[in-house]
């Protein structure tokens, strides 16, 4: 990590930068953000463009007041990196085809902006277009950057995750009510099932990485970031996390024995989850765990049940045409009174539910294809595809993230995907560099 902060000295001091001008003002911040967006394109630092946007979506999920900014600057962000794209595509001569399983879904969700309620109607457009551009552009960094440092550029967003995880944790005995939140750890993210869904998709990354590039992190390495993922998920209590890592590790070692075994292991996995699922109470009490992992509220999932009901009976409205991207945010902040006179908590709580309510059945099963398309092309490059798939399926059922363009958490499991898939864009400029004439 020390390594990571002396080789990228001048891109943290920039991050600091941005904190710093986002506390003394939000203005100040998105102004700072905007001018070191296009100082870096001048200077052709691609990699260090889309690392700002990693670390600028992780201020984004702060509820500190002194990162409003990030949540403006994000949509700056955004704006300008699809105007480098677009207009500088010269510099972006790798194939960038994430996009093209979506296709239909990105037509019907602008289709379904007719039906959007006219006071969400500007929030809505917005959100389809940067959920577009996240598909089209996001891809196409991650692939300069894999051309220009091959597999040094995801150990660099690796650590860079690290060391947000690090802050969070060196900031529990000096800023405790920053860091929690309803008595629960969520580090500088904005709830504690953020940094959970954060640590569950960095470990992943991390994985990948490491079977993909032998040589990329040594011992020492590895024990620090699993550590700081463990501790930190302990920290924030998330059973998701925990039940979405063991489902992946547990998969992952049979899917790498062959793919009769992997998906043997599967239905058993399907069997055996039922069976624990309708005893989890019990076996939680019985191994003593039953306060740690909030016993009482697994029967109800903390609260989601109602919100997924309330979802369900929302769709019923408009089952096969939906109401718009971000109608599922609007919905439950105009009814949130009511509902946490229920119990509930926060939004629908489950990313099939929010495509369904936003985009209808049409947009669901438009979606569901383009995914599953993208992760069959996954699987031709590695076996540990599938297990990755049922992970996130798992863990996008009980958060919303997969609905989200430019929240923290989606963008990891686009560059997890591309990390993938790119095998032949990894130091790529060398290989196609003039050889000299002697």
Not at 100 to 120: C, D, R, Y
Not at 210 to 223: A, C, E, I
Not at 295 to 320: C, H, M, P, V, Y
Not at 385 to 414: C, Q, T
């Amino acid at each position: 990590m020390l390594t990571f902060i002396r080789n990228n000295s001048q891109f943290v001091i920039m991050c600091l930068a941005w904190v710093f001008c986002g506390i003394i003002n939000q203005w100040v911040g998105v102004g700072a953000v905007v001018l070191s967006v296009i100082l870096l394109k001048q200077k052709g630092m691609y990699k260090e463009l889309i690392m700002g946007l990693l670390f600028l979506l992780v201020m984004s999920d702060s509820r500190q007041d002194g990162a409003l900014y990030a949540a403006t600057a994000k949509n700056f962000y955004i704006v300008l990196l699809s105007v480098f794209y677009f207009f500088d595509r010269k510099n972006f001569r790798g194939p960038n085809d994430y996009f093209k399983p979506f296709i239909f879904f990105f037509a019907w969700s602008a289709f379904v902006l007719s039906q959007a309620p006219m006071v969400n109607f500007a929030n809505s457009a917005m959100k389809t277009l940067s959920y577009m551009l996240l598909f089209t552009v996001v891809p196409a960094y991650f692939i300069k950057a894999f051309r220009e440092h091959g597999e040094e550029f995801v150990k660099d967003v690796v650590m860079m995750f690290c060391c947000i995880l690090l802050v969070g944790i060196i900031m529990i005995p000096l800023f405790p009510n920053v860091v929690f939140l309803v008595g629960r750890y969520c580090g500088v993210y904005g709830n504690p099932n953020g940094v959970g869904i954060a640590c569950t998709l960095l470990f992943m990354l991390t994985y990948f990485a490491s079977k993909k590039f032998p040589q990329l992190f040594n011992h020492t390495d590895l024990r620090l970031v699993y550590g700081l993922i463990i501790l930190s998920t302990l920290l924030a209590v998330s059973r998701n996390t925990m039940m979405s890592i063991l489902l992946f590790l547990f998969l992952a070692r049979f899917y790498e024995m062959g793919y009769l075994a992997g998906f043997a292991i599967f239905i058993v996995t399907i069997v055996v989850y039922e069976l624990i699922n309708q005893n989890i109470v019990v076996i939680v009490e019985a191994l003593g765990l039953g306060e740690y992992l909030r016993a009482e509220a697994i029967n109800d999932a903390s609260g989601r049940l109602i919100a997924w009901r309330t979802a369900w009976k929302e769709i019923q409205g408009q089952f096969f045409l939906g109401r718009g991207f971000a109608y599922d945010e609007w919905y439950f902040y105009e009814n949130r009174h009511w509902l946490s006179q229920l119990g509930h908590q926060g939004g629908v709580h489950n990313s099939w539910l929010a495509i369904w309510m936003n985009t209808g059945l049409i947009g669901l099963i438009l979606f569901a294809i383009g995914f599953i398309r993208t992760f069959v092309k996954a699987l031709i490059h590695s076996r540990l595809a599938f297990p990755l798939l049922f992970s996130v399926l798992f863990s996008a059922s009980f958060e919303a993230w997969i609905m989200g363009s430019l929240n923290p958490f989606h963008i990891v499991l686009i560059l997890t995907l591309t990390l993938i898939t790119k095998d032949d864009q990894f130091n790529a400029e060398k290989e196609e560099s003039p050889v000299p004439v002697s």
